[in-house]
């Protein structure tokens, strides 16, 4: 089993930054995909960004590229998502997730991907105009 802790989220202006952090805990080692996914009240939870930790390959869904990214510490089984530029269109409640898939399965298309398999409880970020 693997537990999963968010941290960094927070209220900011638009253009400022933050960075997320995602504390994965117990049978981390088993997998090999983490990512980060956003919900909005009403909509469906959309999928951010992922990273294939055993290989460290990336993916992020259309709106976020050039300004976020995410990144993995393996000594400290931490993913990061560093999300810069903000605009009002990223608040949203953010949500760790972590799988073990193939390396193409890692990845979002659109704004999906269906590697999770364990999930964060969430952080809250609002980005104010």
């Known amino acids: 089993r693997v537990e999963l802790t968010e941290s960094g989220g927070g209220s900011v202006q638009a253009g400022e930054s933050l960075r997320l952090s995602c504390k994965a805990i117990g049978e981390a080692w088993s997998q090999n995909c983490m990512g980060w996914f956003r919900q909005v009240p009403g909509k469906e939870r959309e999928a951010i960004a992922t990273i294939f930790t055993g290989g460290s390959g990336t993916s992020y869904t259309d709106s976020v590229k050039g300004r976020f990214t995410i990144s993995f510490s393996a000594a400290k089984q931490t993913s990061y998502l560093q999300m810069n530029n903000l605009k009002p269109e990223d608040s949203g409640t953010y949500f760790c997730?972590?799988?073990?898939?193939?390396?193409?399965?890692?990845?979002?298309?659109?704004?999906?991907?269906?590697?999770?398999?364990?999930w964060g409880r969430g952080t809250q970020v609002t980005v104010s105009s």
């Open positions: 997730a972590a799988g073990a898939v193939r390396p193409e399965v890692c990845r979002i298309t659109g704004s999906q991907s269906s590697y999770a398999n364990y």
